[in-house]
């Protein structure tokens, strides 16, 4: 029998589009204010129910990266409905991780918005960006490809930083970044997001805008997600090596939407098709292999 309770929920969740996992109640994302005779449509999303991270979305990268080792054992699915990035020491060795969604879901324009809780101990940084090796081509600003950080988490204070950045990682690198006041940000579960328009990036902390910008002439070609955890000794986020260890950020969900008609639900510009390489249509028909990434920053 359904209590009240139960039955406000289910109503809640009528109308707000919220899912229940894990005995926990996720609320739905608040999605920016739209003009009369558009909609949003959920085009890719990861609610992280299940023992398993599915590899059909996702793949974990294993290699060093700065101060630490990126391995599979640091991104896994806690069996609440979460995403868990972990970080942890064994040896004299950190270990920290990467999910990212390259050949699998690679996207432009739309809303991009992940459910998070972040970490508790100094030295590494929480990050939710948007990347493709494409962010290496020199000119043509960042038309080309450009690195969208819709959230980096490197201090533990009532901050989030912004950024974008193009052109490679060498000399011609450029970038513009922010940082913008987040009250509380540091306890509970918050939402990060990005409205990626054709002419201008909108970011959003909650749901509330916190800044925005046009700077690499707003990248124009697919991305794919990434969810990522960075150490440094000597970087933005202090040093590790003073801290108590094991840390970690959760994920309760990572949604994309398209912002579209509401009623032929086409998108309201259009979308560059994905790069990611479709499966041959007919026996005998080789799909061609999928370009190798330059190597990832
Ligand atoms: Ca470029």
Redesign the pocket.
């Known amino acids: 029998m359904l209590n009240v309770r139960t039955v406000l929920v289910l109503l809640a969740c009528s109308f707000g589009g919220c899912l229940v996992h894990g005995g926990e109640e996720t609320p739905a994302p608040k999605l920016p204010e739209l003009k009369e005779g558009q909609a949003w449509k959920l085009v890719w999303s990861d609610e992280f129910d299940g023992e398993q991270l599915d590899a059909a979305k996702w793949e974990t990268p294993e290699y060093k990266r700065h101060d630490a080792q990126w391995t599979k054992r640091a991104a896994v699915l806690e069996g609440k409905g979460h995403l868990a990035m972990r970080t942890f020491k064994e040896g004299e060795t950190y270990f920290n991780g990467c999910v990212r969604s390259k050949g699998r879901f690679e996207h432009a324009f739309g809303y991009y918005v992940a459910r998070m809780k972040l970490q508790k101990k100094a030295g590494h940084w929480t990050a939710f960006w948007l990347f493709n090796s494409?962010?290496?081509?020199?000119?043509?600003?960042?038309?080309?490809?450009?690195e969208i950080d819709i959230m980096e988490k490197p201090k533990l204070d009532e901050k989030i930083h912004h950024a974008i950045h193009?052109?490679?990682y060498g000399k011609d690198h450029k970038s513009k970044g922010t940082s913008v006041a987040a009250p509380g940000v540091l306890d509970g579960w918050h939402e990060f997001a990005v409205l990626w328009l054709p002419d201008e990036y909108i970011f959003y902390v909650d749901g509330k805008e916190t800044w925005r910008s046009k700077d690499?002439g707003v990248c124009q070609v697919p991305l794919y997600l990434k969810f990522s955890d960075e150490i440094q000794f000597k970087g933005w986020a202090g040093d590790i090596r003073k801290e108590e260890l094991p840390d970690e950020f959760l994920v309760d969900y990572v949604r994309v939407f398209d912002l579209v008609d509401a009623a032929t639900e086409k998108p309201v510009y259009p979308v560059p098709a994905s790069s990611i390489p479709k499966p041959p249509e007919a026996e005998g028909v080789k799909s061609p292999a999928a370009p190798e990434a330059a190597k990832t920053p």
């Open positions: 494409a962010v290496g081509k020199v000119g043509n600003d960042g038309r080309d490809g450009s193009w052109d490679g690499g």
